[in-house]
């Protein structure tokens, strides 16, 4: 049937009037079509054994027999009869026989047999009816997933019936604590308003105080008479408690409304009130109300079960908030938790905020099973099973637990709870209680360096309920070892952190197990040294202000062959980089317009943070200082006390070049004849990397100026000149006069007088600075006829022009 109404699972035990006379085969069929409709299933299966003796090969007494035996729960006769249709001749007429086949065989817990009844049904059936086809394949993967649970026990639950002094034959649910009292829901009593045969039993409440003997709670049968009533639950506080109150639809279905009574400190219930009719919904039932808390709103929660329009099929769980005056919100769907199949009996647990249900929709054991969900200030957790010993391959319901210590109560039809039809071994739900011993997990958290492999003292170790975000962490820092430990509960994800200054943080998530799989759980976690950054800053040298868009390039000096990592930064003048500790590193900053700078450093091996280093560029006229050009003896315009000339600089030099060999002849003639080779290379090496190089770098210099100029620079340059010591320092500031003017010539003469109007309109201004003898070092020799005095390379340095200084 599609359209399932709600069984709260109170079975009637009927009791018939046996006719002198045997019935006719006709009048038979009548009856037992007559109680199948009504579901009066206890007296269909006994009119359908009836009429098997008849015809006991009869397709349709067979099939019917089968389906009241399973309806009225007897189970192992039940089985019998559908294998029999299946091996009728005629058995095709019924296909849902396999289905139901493998149901029983799972609720038996025979999970073998029941994945091929189900896979049977699916190969031989496929596609004929879709909610059949993908139900028996869901149940495939239950009967595989409890094969596997039934290894895995909880191993630290216990599950007992709670015996005769609390269950009967008839169906004993719904318990809950209140306060001192125990109560809960059972169909024992007679039906005393509708005496029509066959006898009607109703559910009614009970309560036992210390444990004594349950008593009938009988001011509620009078106040609804011939009424069902059951499914008791209280608010937080205590003050307040919610019923059902249900009519029978027939032999076995009722449909149920919600009822709400307030209770005083005697324990006393007030005069029961409706709820609002949104909530009572006349064409739907509305039964197994639970009270919840939301601690986000500071707000109770009614959950309850209906199978009013909007659900997602069968039975759904549906929820209302209530208000600070009582008021009741509109119901809502619990949709992230209901299935297609049956969801029923939730009960919220405040103290961990969660919400444990049964469900037919979910891989589970059999029949109802109970699941377990957090609520989470991001939502509903995760759906879990609450494995054996709480689900049984039978039906397992109304789990309650209460607020402090282990004890928590569920009813099931499982195997020990007594029969209320011996003969067919029919049972019903029994109270059982259950013992769940809190979980004690030691969760030990090691560190370690990952690279040495060390134990790693000093660290900072973090816990997190990984699906529970309102959770704060657990927080410890140990200076002493590497050893961190925390208590844990079972069932849930963590994430831990370890940090370290000067290490990476790592990170692992793992799930804490069941109740009873683990004493101890040890984590291990390596940190890796983390990656020095290195920000470099870029400056121009002149200004001091930023200088976005500098090309900075990383060398590693520790490894030389590596390609250098290279970094342009347009919107900023920081460079930033990883670094590793105990290595030299150089850095090399360019930019267009500007100098190239470079400076080198080491990174200690203790270095932690950030190590910032500052480049500064000069523009790039300025970079090329100082220009240094060198001058031959006395040159130019030699023996002369004037302090001017008309020859430039190149002149100068071309004829000091040519005489490259002379010097290093008479220098190198100056040492021993073992090291006159030596010395001559000296000399060709100051020839081509000072003289030649000075002038190339001065030319440069002046191609540079040139643009500068052009781009409307405006610039003073300072000269400076030298002379060696041979003459006296009058001559020698004459001499340093004219040197000084062969350079400004070559500023007039370059590139066909293109700096002469630069120079005329003052954009260009030439200084110069002459110090003569005065500047040379000590220990050139100013004797004329010390070859030394000319030839040396000392001296050779002192003979020249320097361009010194820029200002704009």
């Not at 790592?506 to 009873?516: D, R, T, W, Y």
């Not at 030699?638 to 010097?663: D, G, I, W």
């Given at each position: 049937m599609r359209k399932l109404f709600l069984s709260?699972?109170?079975?009637?035990?009927?009791?018939?009037?046996?006719?002198?006379?045997?019935?006719?085969?006709?009048?038979?069929?009548e009856a037992a079509e007559k109680s199948f409709s009504s579901k009066n299933f206890y007296d269909a299966l006994a009119k359908y054994q009836e009429l098997l003796q008849f015809e006991s090969d009869n397709i349709d007494f067979l099939y019917k027999a089968a389906e009241a035996s399973r309806l009225h729960g007897a189970y192992k006769m039940s089985v019998g009869y559908y294998e029999a249709v299946l091996n009728h001749p005629d058995g095709s007429q019924y296909p849902l026989s396999g289905f139901w086949l493998g149901m029983l065989k799972q609720i038996q817990g025979d999970y073998n047999s029941a994945?091929?009844?189900?896979?049977?049904?699916?190969?031989?059936?496929?596609?004929?009816?879709?909610?059949?086809?993908a139900y028996a394949d869901k149940e495939i993967k239950a009967c595989e997933w409890a094969i596997e649970m039934i290894n895995n026990p909880v191993k630290s639950t216990t599950v007992v019936s709670m015996g005769e002094r609390v269950n009967t034959s008839f169906s004993d649910f719904a318990p809950m604590q209140l306060k001192q009292e125990f109560v809960f829901s059972s169909s024992r009593f007679e039906n005393r308003v509708n005496t029509i045969m066959p006898k009607r039993y109703l559910s009614g409440l009970l309560s036992s105080k210390s444990e004594g003997v349950p008593v009938q709670l009988k001011y509620l049968n009078t106040l609804f008479p011939g009424k069902n009533i059951a499914n008791t639950a209280v608010n937080r506080t205590a003050d307040k408690v919610y019923f059902t109150v249900c009519e029978d639809l027939n032999d076995h279905d009722k449909r149920c409304d919600l009822y709400q009574a307030n209770i005083d400190s005697s324990q006393f219930w007030s005069e029961p009130i409706k709820l609002p009719d949104y909530i009572n919904i006349p064409t739907s039932t509305q039964t197994q109300p639970n009270v919840g808390y939301n601690k986000l709103n500071n707000k109770e929660?009614?959950?309850?079960?209906?199978?009013?329009?909007?659900?997602?099929?069968?039975?759904?769980?549906?929820?209302?908030?209530?208000?600070?005056?009582?008021?009741?919100?509109?119901?809502?769907n619990l949709a992230g938790l209901n299935t297609i199949q049956d969801d029923v009996t939730p009960f919220y647990h405040i103290p961990t905020s969660t919400l444990f249900y049964s469900s037919k929709g979910h891989l589970g054991l059999g029949g109802f099973d109970i699941y377990q969900v957090k609520d989470q200030a991001d939502g509903w957790g995760t759906i879990k099973n609450c494995g054996i010993p709480l689900n049984s391959s039978f039906d397992d319901l109304y789990f309650v637990r209460l607020t402090s210590g282990t004890v928590g109560y569920l009813a099931s039809n499982r195997t020990g709870a007594q029969y209320i039809d011996d003969i067919n071994e029919a049972c019903c739900l029994d109270i059982f209680m259950a013992n769940i011993q809190p979980c004690e997990i030691k969760l030990k958290t090691l560190v370690y360096d990952a690279g040495t492999l060390m134990e790693l003292n000093g660290a900072t170790v973090k816990l997190f309920d990984n699906k529970d975000v309102s959770k704060e962490a657990v927080i410890i820092t140990n200076d002493l070892t590497n050893l961190f430990e925390f208590p844990i509960e079972c069932e849930r994800e963590y994430r831990i952190e370890a940090s370290r200054p000067g290490y990476s943080m790592?990170?692992?998530?793992?799930?804490?197990?069941?109740?009873?799989e683990f004493k101890e759980i040890t984590k291990k976690l390596y940190l890796k040294q983390s990656k020095i950054t290195l920000d470099v800053l870029t400056y121009d040298k002149q200004t001091g202000l930023d200088l976005n868009g500098t090309t900075v390039s990383l060398f590693d000096l520790e490894h030389p062959d590596n390609s250098p990592i290279v970094m342009t930064n347009l919107q900023t003048n920081l460079s930033q980089f990883e670094l590793d500790r105990c290595h030299k590193y150089r850095i090399v900053a360019t930019k267009l317009g500007y100098g190239t700078s470079m400076k080198e450093f080491h990174v200690d091996c203790n270095q932690i943070g950030t190590v910032l280093q500052k480049i500064y560029l000069d523009k790039l006229l300025y970079s090329l200082l100082p220009v240094s050009l060198y001058f031959d003896n006395d040159h130019p315009?030699?023996?002369?006390?004037?302090?001017?000339?008309?020859?430039?600089?190149?002149?100068?030099?071309?004829?000091?070049?040519?005489?490259?060999?002379?010097?290093g002849l008479k220098f190198s003639n100056t040492f021993p004849v073992q090291e006159r080779e030596v010395q001559k290379s000296v000399m060709d090496n100051f020839f081509d990397l000072e003289?030649?190089?000075?002038?190339?770098?001065?030319?440069?210099?002046?191609?540079?100026?040139?643009?500068?100029?052009?781009?409307?620079?405006?610039?003073?340059?300072?000269?400076?000149?030298?002379?060696?010591?041979?003459?006296?320092?009058?001559?020698?500031?004459?001499?340093?006069?004219?040197?000084?003017?062969?350079?400004?010539?070559?500023?007039?003469?370059?590139?066909?007088?293109?700096?002469?109007?630069?120079?005329?309109?003052?954009?260009?201004?030439?200084?110069?600075?002459?110090?003569?003898?005065?500047?040379?070092?000590?220990?050139?020799?100013?004797?004329?006829?010390?070859?030394?005095?000319?030839?040396?390379?000392?001296?050779?340095?002192?003979?020249r022009v320097e361009i010194v200084e820029i200002k704009e």
């Open positions: 709260i699972y109170i079975i009637f035990l009927s009791t018939f009037l046996v006719s002198a006379q045997s019935p006719s085969k006709k009048s038979v069929i994945k091929a009844a189900y896979t049977a049904y699916s190969s031989e059936h496929a596609g004929e009816d879709s909610y059949y086809s929660v009614l959950y309850f079960v209906s199978d009013r329009p909007g659900g997602k099929g069968g039975l759904d769980i549906w929820y209302s908030m209530i208000d600070g005056n009582g008021n009741f919100s509109e119901p809502m790592e990170s692992v998530i793992f799930l804490s197990g069941k109740p009873g315009n030699p023996a002369t006390m004037s302090k001017t000339t008309t020859l430039s600089y190149q002149q100068t030099y071309e004829n000091y070049y040519t005489r490259k060999s002379v010097f003289v030649k190089a000075g002038k190339e770098k001065f030319e440069k210099f002046l191609s540079v100026l040139e643009s500068d100029l052009k781009e409307g620079k405006k610039y003073e340059i300072f000269l400076k000149g030298y002379a060696s010591p041979l003459a006296n320092n009058h001559y020698n500031l004459h001499l340093g006069q004219r040197r000084v003017q062969s350079v400004k010539n070559e500023f007039n003469r370059y590139n066909q007088g293109s700096l002469k109007k630069y120079i005329k309109s003052g954009k260009l201004i030439i200084s110069q600075k002459s110090f003569g003898e005065d500047t040379a070092p000590k220990g050139i020799s100013d004797n004329s006829k010390d070859p030394n005095s000319i030839y040396h390379i000392n001296a050779s340095r002192e003979r």
